[in-house]
């Protein structure tokens, strides 16, 4: 359940700040492999050799050697670290990792989308200026989960994502700096939700992102309809993941009540699970092969 606390709970053993999904630019190498790692290394038994990586990411259309830089470049960031089985060099899945590929998979694929009724978290802070560094990362971490910025102090989720704003604040050591209201509604000098979250989030960047994706991936979906080889499928899925996995961490899943009526997230939501419909069978047997001739 997304909304489980327990489930989104970060690992305690010497936490380190791990590769996190916006950290690299859709579709380059450092992007790809850490969805490679993502799709790939936890059905083969949370580890890989980096043959693997580099005929897996080949099917993606990157090359070998900028492969191998990608992983060194994830490896540093603390997802994975180096691991040699029976002779062959490879990578296995950190307990940080495994955290947040596990933290990704309930934002990738659970509900994204705040119901009528449900109430909203206002989240206020106060960090002085010495700590002006502090303050600048909870800011983009609260934009990483979609947050909204109502004031320079004051920001807004749903409250479903409650859990993921105290893992920030406890991640930050910030509990005696910030303090979360529960609100059932948002009003403000009579303006209406719609104008409100026109304010407090960037709806036109919002709505690129959905766009962008609906343009990039219709074709892909139009081509995996005839597409036999699985490698090719394999790729197409990867680099539709890829672009898709920013999308439901900038945008918070706002309730229709606020949003234009020509809002695009249900189509690219229907298309994102259409590609995976259409790539799984391709992508199970693909892996299942690495799954198989993994070393003991």
């Not at 705040?114 to 206020?124: K, R, T, V, Y």
Request: hydrophobic share 40%; proline share 7%; net charge neutral.
């Amino acid at each position: 359940d997304p909304r489980d606390p327990e489930m989104n709970a970060a690992p305690t053993m010497g936490r380190v700040h791990v590769l996190d999904d916006l950290a690299s630019r859709p579709g380059s190498a450092n992007s790809l492999i850490r969805t490679v790692v993502g799709v790939a290394i936890r059905p083969c038994g949370g580890w890989l050799s980096t043959a693997s990586f580099i005929e897996l990411m080949e099917a993606v259309g990157v090359s070998a050697n900028r492969t191998r830089t990608a992983l060194t470049r994830v490896k540093g960031k603390g997802l994975i670290s180096a691991a040699s089985r029976e002779g062959k060099p490879g990578y296995a899945l950190t307990p940080e990792g495994e955290w947040l590929l596990a933290r990704g998979d309930r934002r990738i694929y659970g509900q994204r989308s705040m119901q009528p009724g449900e109430s909203w978290c206002l989240i206020s802070f106060s960090i002085p200026e010495e700590q002006r560094s502090l303050r600048h990362q909870f800011r983009q971490r609260l934009s990483w989960i979609g947050a909204g910025n109502v004031s320079p102090a004051v920001w807004i989720v749903p409250e479903y994502l409650r859990s993921e704003l105290e893992d920030i604040v406890a991640d930050l050591e910030l509990e005696s700096q910030v303090t979360v209201f529960t609100v059932t509604g948002i009003r403000n000098a009579g303006l209406s939700g719609p104008d409100l979250a026109q304010d407090w989030w960037n709806l036109d960047a919002l709505r690129s992102l959905h766009d962008g994706f609906l343009a990039e991936h219709e074709p892909t979906l139009r081509k995996c309809a005839s597409a036999t080889d699985p490698r090719a499928l394999f790729g197409a899925w990867v680099r539709a993941l890829d672009s898709w996995r920013p999308i439901p961490y900038l945008d918070p899943g706002l309730p229709a009540a606020v949003l234009p009526g020509d809002w695009p997230a249900d189509r690219s939501g229907a298309l994102f699970q259409a590609l995976r419909d259409a790539t799984s069978a391709a992508v199970e047997a693909t892996l299942a092969r690495y799954a198989a001739s993994k070393p003991s």
